[in-house]
């Protein structure tokens, strides 16, 4: 079974930084794609950063101010937030797909509080 831990979340002021990790229980080499998204209270699930398609995107409202990286030999993927808004504020979920033929295994985390606040 695969498994993804995230850890890094916290509480944080306006204009500061976090950063998150995912530990994942095998290599990330293993997986199609893996990256971050988050969802706030009333609010969609939305992209915060993802490696996928041999690309690295970022949701528009993060461009910038996020940074998804990662260390192989330890299998985290880590994301880097700076310049933090009270609008950031929200669950982060980590998350790993696996294709296998043209069936999807979708594998997440068990999520992270980010809240921002003054």
């Known amino acids: 079974q695969v498994q993804l831990v995230e850890s890094g979340g916290g509480l944080v002021q306006p204009g500061g930084s976090l950063s998150l990790s995912c530990a994942a229980s095998?290599?990330?080499?293993?997986?199609?794609?893996m990256g971050w998204y988050r969802q706030a209270p009333g609010k969609e699930r939305e992209l915060v950063a993802t490696?996928?398609?041999?690309?690295?995107n970022y949701g528009d409202s993060v461009k910038g101010r996020f940074t998804i990286s990662s260390d192989n030999a330890k299998n985290t993927v880590y994301l880097q937030m700076n310049s933090l808004k009270p609008e950031d504020t929200a669950v982060y979920y980590c998350?790993?797909?696996?294709?296998?033929?043209?069936?999807?295994?979708?594998?997440w985390g068990q999520g992270t509080q980010v809240t921002v606040s003054s």
């Open positions: 998350n790993a797909k696996m294709y296998y033929g043209l069936d999807l295994n979708d594998y």
């Open positions: 490696f996928t398609r041999g690309t690295t």
């Open positions: 095998r290599s990330i080499f293993s997986f199609n794609a």
